[in-house]
């Protein structure tokens, strides 16, 4: 794997671990009391939570368990059906840079250059800094080699590499993660795993969902376990994979949980 590479994130942000833990840092998103519902269905009950600087938080639970909703939620996509959804501004009054990725990336039928170069384009990035930065995104994964190949015929390791080039290069302070291994084969997990936490590395926040109880406990530096909409568990990752357990989370963790 390429060396990490600074991402220019706040000087605050590499030490932002401990100072959240001394309750010295103002969270980069949080949500109070906020939910979300979808005409008369409840999809995500009301829950407190934040999202620190150089936080790898993973969100685990059953299919249909809230985990995309409360991801979109804290991304802004989704409005609120209650409380409030609060950001850290930057100086500028902006909010922190954001980018999500879903677990069947969505590609342009561009080469993997020209998908980059038009993100790049979205994200107000100057015309002359373009290039350059779209370069250092495909070295940055190990695709340079393909960069004039049609994005869409590459293998699917290599596309949810090039979603994660396409979020890098616009510097993201949080980086969404929905399932992104989910349909991948062993080496190629292995992949995007390390590239996920070379990038929690430079200083980036994760928020990532998945089915995987390993890549969990790999990866994470904090575990929620959602059941029903509701958030259940919220812990260290050494506290919840040690420690006693809600009733419906340990059975998650044992692969008991009963059909609803």
Do not use: C
Not at 125 to 134: H, I, L, Q
Not at 210 to 218: C, E, F, P, V
Not at 241 to 250: K, M, S, T, V, Y
Request: aromatic residues 4%; positive net charge; without cysteine.
């Amino acid at each position: 794997m390429n060396a990490p590479l600074p991402l220019g994130l706040l000087p605050t942000d590499a030490a932002a671990p401990a100072a959240v833990a001394a309750g010295q840092v103002e969270p980069l998103i949080e949500l109070r009391q906020a939910g979300v519902r979808f005409g008369e269905r409840q999809a995500l009950q009301l829950l407190d939570l934040a999202v620190h600087a150089g936080e790898r938080l993973m969100l685990i639970g059953p299919n249909g368990s809230g985990k995309t909703t409360l991801l979109r939620l804290l991304h802004g996509q989704l409005p609120n059906s209650g409380g409030e959804r609060r950001v850290r501004l930057a100086a500028d009054g902006r909010e922190p840079r954001q980018a999500m990725l879903f677990q069947r990336p969505f590609l342009l039928r561009l080469s993997a250059r020209r998908n980059l170069l038009l993100a790049l384009w979205l994200a107000g990035v100057p015309r002359r800094e373009r290039a350059a930065r779209a370069d250092l995104a495909l070295r940055r994964v190990g695709l340079e080699a393909h960069a004039d190949r049609p994005a869409r015929v590459l293998s699917g390791g290599q596309q949810q590499r090039l979603a994660l080039a396409r979020a890098w290069a616009v510097h993201p302070q949080v980086l969404f993660l929905d399932e992104p291994t989910a349909s991948l084969d062993p080496a190629a997990k292995r992949e995007v795993e390390a590239l996920v936490l070379d990038f929690a590395a430079e200083g980036m926040s994760v928020v990532m969902s998945t089915h995987n109880l390993g890549q969990a406990k790999r990866m994470a530096t904090r575990v929620i376990y959602m059941e029903d909409g509701r958030l259940v568990v919220d812990r260290p990752v050494e506290s919840f994979f040690n420690d006693p357990l809600p009733h419906e989370a340990a059975l998650f963790l044992k692969g008991e949980l009963p059909w609803h």
